[in-house]
C-alpha cells in the first residue's frame, strides 16, 4: 500500500545534541509538511516543501531545519535540541494541484516520531 | 484566520449514531471544512471535507449549516474502533496548503 513512513517510531536524544529524523512516501505527492505534536494539543505546521520550495512558519525556531533531497524523502533536523522540543514529530504529503484548490488538499500523515531529550 | 471551536470530549455507546460538533463563526466563503481523526498513537487521517453542501463517505457524513457557521460530523454506528480525537479544520482556498486545527474533540466509544 501507497503510504507515508516516519523513522524511527521513538527517538532518544539528549540535550543538545542534534537529531534527524526521517520520513519517506510512495505516494508521490509533491507537497511534504513536518508537524510538531506536544501532548493533548493539535499539530503545529513548522515548514513544508512544494516540490523542491521551502516554506518555512514564522514561528518556528531556527533550531529546526529540513532537506528534502527527491521528491520521496524529507529530513527533519533538530540542531540543538531542549527539553522543549520532546513532541511527537508528524510527516504529511498532499497532492496540490494548485491555489484554490482547498477541497482537495487532503493530507496523509505518517504514524509519527515520537521524541525524548533526556 | 478564521478559527473552529469544538467540545473537549464526548462519549458514545457502542452502535449508536454520534454527532461531533464545530462552531467556525468567522467561516469566509472561501473556507473548506475538514475533518480528521487521530487514533491513539498514530497520525491523522482524513475523514471528510465539505464546502456548502451536505457530505457522505464511508467514513462519515458531514452535516453544514445553512450559514456555514457550524458543521456536524456524524458517525452513524460508533464503533470502538472510532474512539479518537476528532479535528474540524479550516482550508483557506487561498492558501490550500495550511490547516486551520481547532483543539478536537476527544471521543471515548462504550462497548
Known amino acids: 500500500d501507497a503510504m507515508v513512513i516516519q523513522n524511527p517510531r521513538y527517538q532518544v536524544t539528549q540535550f543538545g545534541k542534534p537529531v534527524t529524523l526521517s520520513c519517506s512516501q510512495t505516494l508521490n505527492h509533491n507537497v511534504m509538511y513536518w508537524y510538531q505534536q506536544k501532548s493533548s494539543q493539535a499539530p503545529k505546521l513548522l515548514f513544508h516543501?512544494?516540490?523542491?520550495?521551502?516554506?518555512n512558519e514564522a514561528d518556528t525556531p531556527d533550531n529546526f531545519q529540513s532537506r528534502r533531497p527527491n521528491t520521496s524523502f524529507c529530513f527533519l533536523d533538530i540542531r540543538s535540541p531542549g527539553l522543549g522540543d520532546a513532541a511527537m514529530y508528524l510527516c504529511a504529503t498532499s497532492r496540490d494541484r494548485g491555489q484554490g484548490q482547498g477541497a482537495k488538499n487532503i493530507q496523509y500523515f505518517g504514524a509519527g516520531t515520537r521524541l525524548s531529550v533526556l | 484566520d478564521a478559527k473552529t471551536t469544538q467540545p473537549n470530549s464526548m462519549e458514545s455507546n457502542e452502535e449508536e449514531p454520534v454527532h461531533l460538533p464545530c462552531n467556525h463563526s468567522t467561516i469566509s466563503g472561501t473556507d473548506y471544512i475538514h475533518w480528521y481523526r487521530q487514533l491513539p498513537s498514530q497520525g491523522p487521517e482524513y475523514v471528510i471535507h465539505?464546502?456548502?453542501?451536505?457530505v457522505n463517505n464511508r467514513m462519515a457524513s458531514l452535516a453544514i449549516a445553512e450559514d456555514r457557521k457550524s458543521s456536524t460530523l456524524i458517525l452513524h454506528r460508533a464503533t470502538l474502533r472510532d474512539a479518537a480525537v476528532y479535528y474540524c479544520?479550516?482550508?483557506?482556498?487561498?492558501?490550500?496548503?495550511?490547516?486551520?486545527w481547532g483543539l478536537g474533540t476527544s471521543l471515548a466509544v462504550n462497548p
Open positions: 465539505g464546502l456548502t453542501s451536505n
Open positions: 479544520i479550516l482550508i483557506y482556498a487561498g492558501n490550500n496548503r495550511k490547516l486551520i
Open positions: 516543501y512544494y516540490d523542491k520550495d521551502f516554506n
